[in-house]
């Protein structure tokens, strides 16, 4: 029998990219004996000292979603946090409606005051925190999403990425995921890369 592996999944969700590959995670899980353990990381932050910073006037917007992924995940754990994760995505990304946390708790089945923390900085350290983990085991020139993984040696492997449009379904998640596999095993990996030469994509491929 497979063993179980454990993959730490770092988000923030305004990245349509980032949207995309935790779906690819979702249906890998559907196939291979893969747990995934949903965490915050942000753009904002990993931005926030650039004089060339992307988010440019989104930038305070963009800390609303990941302060209330953090306070769900504070208050209703790992699983609640996955299940906030698709209920934004679905509303940013396929439905284009960026405004409404509420409603996107809601979705989740949780509650909808919780959309007051988009406001506040109560949650900024746990989001900060969270972040610098990822930023430990990739760096701090990549971007959203990080993905980790446990290495032979018992420590924890991390790329950013990977990038996709649109995400595999089935199958063929299966073997994308067989592949990161194998790449996190290689110690001295550090990078494939290409252009895209598209908009991402959010339809899925089997």
């Not at 931005?47 to 208050?75: F, K």
């Not at 946090?81 to 509303?91: E, K, Q, W």
């Amino acid at each position: 029998m497979t063993e179980q592996q454990t993959v730490d999944f770092w988000f923030d969700p305004v990245c349509p990219y980032t949207w995309i590959t935790s779906r690819w995670l979702v249906a890998v899980s559907g196939v291979r004996p893969v747990t995934i353990r949903w965490r915050v990381m942000s753009l904002s932050v990993l931005n926030e000292h650039r004089d060339d910073s992307p988010e440019g006037e989104w930038e305070e917007y963009m800390w609303a979603p990941v302060r209330v992924c953090a306070a769900v995940e504070q208050r209703f754990g790992q699983r609640a946090l996955g299940d906030l994760l698709t209920a934004l995505g679905t509303r940013f990304h396929l439905q284009g409606a960026w405004g409404d946390l509420a409603g996107a708790l809601a979705d989740a089945g949780l509650p909808r005051e919780l959309a007051e923390a988009a406001g506040s900085t109560a949650y900024d350290g746990m989001v900060r925190a969270s972040h610098a983990r990822a930023v430990a085991l990739v760096g701090d020139d990549v971007g959203s999403p990080v993905v980790s993984v446990r290495g032979a040696d018992g420590e924890g492997v991390g790329f950013f990425g990977p990038v996709l449009s649109p995400a595999p379904t089935g199958e063929a998640a299966g073997r994308l995921w067989d592949g990161f596999l194998l790449l996190t095993g290689v110690p001295g990996f550090y990078e494939i890369k290409r252009t895209r030469d598209g908009e991402p994509r959010f339809d899925v491929r089997g």
